[in-house]
């Protein structure tokens, strides 16, 4: 189990994909997420800029986010949205991806107003759960297999976000 940092209060740190040279997001309508050919990374088909930048190291977007930006929690939840599951869909806006990220966020993490700044401050504790020794965690290999555990110790609360990439094929 290690500590993953969730200090994010805003979805701003997505703006990027629309003000990138050259965008991987369009900033008509709802945000149309820019194609490319085909390829399969990882048992991940690769369709569109978006899960380009996400898979593919040689991407020219690929470090458009910073590590330290890559390890938070928000990150994690877009990540694994965008990806999906075996049989995902995947989506041509991005709109909908960043609304569920942020329904999952919320729904994930409590907040707290700071007396002193006034600022609104994540209060849960976030925890990333890789593995244990008694037995696998997770059936398959897969950069999206995820097992998050949020704790409010304000509340007394336990959460867990729980997903097993299992391939199709």
């Not at 690769?46 to 910073?66: F, N, Q, T």
């Not at 990220?101 to 729904?107: F, G, H, N, P």
Request: charged share 25%; glycine share 4%; aromatic share 8%.
């Amino acid at each position: 189990m290690q500590p993953m940092p969730a200090s994010a209060t805003r979805l701003d740190l997505f703006d990027r994909l629309m003000t990138a040279d050259p965008p991987v997001v369009r900033k008509t309508g709802e945000g149309d997420i820019i194609k490319c050919m085909d390829d399969n990374r990882e048992g991940f088909q690769v369709s569109d800029k978006l899960r380009e930048m996400l898979l593919c190291e040689e991407s020219e977007h690929a470090e458009l986010y910073s590590p330290e930006e890559k390890q938070q929690l928000l990150w994690s939840l877009f990540e694994l949205v965008c990806l999906g599951g075996a049989c995902c869909q995947f989506e041509d806006q991005l709109k909908p991806y960043l609304e569920i990220t942020k329904r999952l966020y919320k729904a994930l993490l409590s907040v707290h107003k700071d007396p002193g700044t006034g600022k609104v401050e994540v209060a849960s504790t976030v925890l990333e759960v890789k593995g244990c020794d008694c037995l696998p965690l997770f059936p398959h290999k897969s950069r999206n297999n995820r097992c998050l555990v949020t704790i409010d110790s304000m509340k007394r609360t336990i959460q867990v976000l729980y997903h097993a990439h299992i391939p199709w094929w």
